[in-house]
């Protein structure tokens, strides 16, 4: 996160012998302090590219905040700090077309699949079973990307599910049902790798399944357009790539 006043304040108190390991007391490193809203669903694998990046460019410091796609794009009209968006879906980045600058480029995709209670006790075996009468349900609402391409698969099957819960993510969802406040929920793919065994997951099959993508642009006003759109072309490159496939995410075959 970027320094603040009192964390700056906080460094000016360490001890002497401390201190010169260090470049300079309450000094700027000279460097430039990206600030990147991204979907929270890209939370762990951009943990990795946070550092990644800031090693190959090491006068780059990457500030991350995750969230909702719909809120993070919305925090841009509200005025709020950012140099780069990333976002879920393309409608999310819309939201915010008045702040973005540059052409956005597609950095990954994802999909779909039924997050169920360790186990599957209540043997979810597919998307029809989620109309299943007394079964409690989460997806997210129709105004995000989760809730939008999940709309698409419940058409692709052929399915009308009357949710018990519709929330702001996937992650959201993914939570109540690690929460046992849900016996199942529909959320991204990738997003089972968080789950770890508080969670089981449902395969959707292929041809009802909904291929996600996740644009990314440079906010324009900030002043380091320069440096985001180095950041852009970076996600789309050999390593981040190679990061986005190790945490299951799929890539564009070409570059965006």
């Not at 700056?8 to 990147?36: D, K, W, Y």
């Not at 550092?51 to 993070?72: I, K, R, T």
């Not at 409690?136 to 989760?146: I, L």
Request: hydrophobic share 45%.
């Amino acid at each position: 996160m970027p320094d603040s006043p009192r964390r700056r304040g906080a460094l000016a108190c360490v001890p002497l012998a401390l201190l010169a390991l260090t470049a300079a007391c309450g000094g700027s490193s000279g460097g430039t302090t990206l600030t990147v809203y991204a979907a929270s669903s890209l939370t762990e694998v951009f943990g990795e590219m946070e550092a990644a990046y800031e090693h190959a460019v090491p006068d780059v410091d990457v500030s991350l905040v995750f969230g909702g796609s719909l809120e993070m794009a919305g925090r841009l009209s509200d005025l709020s700090p950012a140099d780069v968006l990333v976002t879920a879906d393309a409608a999310s980045m819309n939201r915010a077309d008045a702040h973005l600058g540059g052409r956005r480029r597609t950095v990954a995709h994802n999909s779909l699949t039924i997050a169920v209670a360790p186990g599957n006790p209540l043997r979810v075996r597919g998307v029809a079973d989620l109309a299943r009468p007394g079964l409690r349900t989460a997806a997210g609402a129709g105004s995000v990307p989760s809730g939008r391409y999940t709309a698409r698969l419940l058409r692709n099957a052929g399915v009308a599910v009357r949710w018990t819960s519709v929330e702001v993510s996937a992650r959201a969802v993914l939570d109540r049902v690690r929460a046992g406040e849900a016996d199942a929920g529909v959320v991204y793919l990738t997003d089972m790798r968080a789950a770890g065994v508080a969670a089981s997951g449902v395969p959707i099959p292929a041809d009802l399944n909904v291929v996600t993508s996740y644009p990314a642009a440079v906010v324009e006003g900030g002043g380091q357009e320069r440096a985001a759109n180095g950041f852009v072309s970076w996600l789309t490159g050999s390593t981040a790539r190679a990061l986005f496939h190790k945490h299951g995410f799929p890539v564009p075959d070409a570059p965006q």
